[in-house]
C-alpha cells in the first residue's frame, strides 16, 4: 500500500515551458487535491476533485489546469511556466468514514522555474 | 471564510520538556474538525492529530494532545516529554463538516519548533 504517489520530486523549468505533476493514490479514495506550498507558508489549495470526473477551482488556480483520469489518478498542469510558480506541490486524498474526513498527502514534488 | 491563524513562527524547547502551540480560527460554522499536521525537514506531511469539533473531549495520540476551546477559536497542541524527532514545523488546519464537504483544508502559517538536546 504506497498511499499517494507523486511524480515527478524535483524538477527544473524554463519560464514558459509546460509539464504536468502526476499523482496516483491506491485508497480508493474518491476526493483528490493539489496544493501548493511556498516559502514560510501553509499549503494553499489550488483544484480539487470531488470523485471521478469532476474537478472544481481551488484557492490559487491561475496558471494551471488539472486532469482526473480515473479514480486512482489526479494531475496538476503547468501550461506555460512562470517563476511565481516555483513551489513545493502537495497531492492529496480524502478519506471519509463514519467518523469523518482524513487527508493524507504525497511527499511532495519540488518545482523551480527559472 | 474560514481563517486559521498560528501566532507563534518559532519556537524552542528542551528536550524532555513540554511545549504548547496556538491556534486560532475563524469560522461561522458550527460543524468542522481541526487538525495538526508535522512537517520535518523532508516537507512531508504527517498527520498528528484531529478533532471534532461537536465532540467536547479533546484528543489525544500518545504524547500529543489538544486544547480544543470551541467559544474562544482555540485548538492548541501540547507535545509532552519533547524528543528530538518532534523538530518540525507544525501546520493548524481547518475542515468543514457536511456531505457538501469536499474535504478541503484551509491552513495556518506554521510554527517550527526546535527541540534542543
Known amino acids: 500500500n504506497a498511499g499517494v504517489t507523486q511524480t515527478p520530486k524535483f524538477q527544473v523549468l524554463k519560464t514558459g515551458q509546460s509539464m504536468t505533476l502526476q499523482c496516483a493514490q491506491d485508497?480508493?479514495?474518491?476526493?483528490m487535491y493539489w496544493y501548493r506550498q511556498d516559502p514560510g507558508m501553509g499549503l494553499r489549495l489550488i483544484y480539487y476533485?470531488?470523485?471521478?470526473?469532476?474537478?472544481d477551482k481551488g484557492e490559487v488556480p491561475n496558471g494551471y489546469n488539472v486532469s482526473r483520469l480515473n479514480k486512482r489518478e489526479f494531475s496538476l498542469r503547468l501550461e506555460s511556466a512562470a517563476p511565481s510558480q516555483t513551489s513545493v506541490y502537495f497531492c492529496?486524498?480524502?478519506?471519509?468514514?463514519?467518523?469523518?474526513?482524513?487527508?493524507?498527502f504525497g511527499e511532495g514534488s519540488w518545482l523551480t522555474v527559472v | 471564510a474560514q481563517t486559521v491563524t498560528q501566532s507563534q513562527p518559532e519556537m524552542s524547547v528542551q528536550e524532555a520538556e513540554t511545549v504548547t502551540l496556538s491556534c486560532t480560527y475563524d469560522?461561522?460554522?458550527?460543524?468542522?474538525?481541526l487538525f495538526w499536521y508535522k512537517q520535518p525537514p523532508s516537507r512531508q506531511m504527517i498527520l498528528v492529530i484531529r478533532?471534532?469539533?461537536?465532540?467536547?473531549q479533546n484528543a489525544t495520540e500518545n504524547r500529543f494532545s489538544v486544547n480544543f476551546q470551541k467559544a474562544a477559536k482555540s485548538f492548541s497542541l501540547k507535545i509532552s516529554d519533547s524528543q528530538l524527532g518532534d523538530t518540525a514545523m507544525y501546520f493548524c488546519?481547518?475542515?468543514?463538516?457536511?456531505?457538501?464537504?469536499?474535504?478541503?483544508?484551509?491552513f495556518g502559517q506554521g510554527t517550527t519548533l526546535q527541540v534542543k538536546p
Open positions: 478533532q471534532e469539533a461537536y465532540k467536547q
Open positions: 488546519a481547518f475542515m468543514k463538516h457536511g456531505s457538501s464537504n469536499t474535504g478541503k483544508l484551509i
Open positions: 492529496a486524498s480524502n478519506h471519509r468514514d463514519l467518523t469523518g474526513n482524513t487527508i493524507y
Open positions: 476533485s470531488a470523485s471521478e470526473g469532476t474537478t
Open positions: 485508497m480508493n479514495h474518491n476526493s
Open positions: 469560522t461561522s460554522e458550527s460543524n468542522y474538525y
